[in-house]
């Protein structure tokens, strides 16, 4: 039932940073976590990072130490701050909202990042 809208996508050079957003058209504390995956071309959809209404963070293995989720309840938004990139962490990238409370996951359309020299 909620919306979610990401952006921040774009083309990086490896090395480079960029910073993702995901606004929810709800306030994001009637979740139980907010969450960014990816999926690059032939490949399935990958859990990146989650985020808990406690502040509890999770992140995979490849991105540990160089991205970051955060929220900002105030402004219903959360982020995922990316450093270092290399050409591997090129995919569409999702917002994730997980409702336990509603039985539900909502999803948004995604943002392409392209990492490329």
């Known amino acids: 039932q909620v919306q979610l809208v990401e952006s921040g996508g774009g083309l990086v050079q490896p090395g480079g940073s960029l910073r993702l957003s995901c606004v929810a058209s709800?306030?994001?504390?009637?979740?139980?976590?907010m969450g960014w995956y990816r999926q690059a071309p032939g490949k399935q959809r990958e859990l990146v990072a989650t985020?808990?209404?406690?502040?509890?963070?999770d992140y995979a293995d490849s991105v540990k130490g160089r991205f970051t989720i955060s929220r900002d309840n105030a402004k219903n938004t959360v982020y995922l701050q990316m450093n270092s990139l290399s050409p591997e962490d090129t995919a569409v990238y999702y917002c994730?909202?997980?409702?336990?409370?509603?039985?539900?996951?909502?999803w948004g359309q995604g943002t392409q990042v392209t990492v490329s020299s």
């Open positions: 985020i808990t209404s406690g502040d509890k963070t």
């Open positions: 994730n909202a997980d409702s336990r409370r509603r039985g539900r996951n909502d």
């Open positions: 709800e306030n994001i504390f009637n979740f139980y976590a």
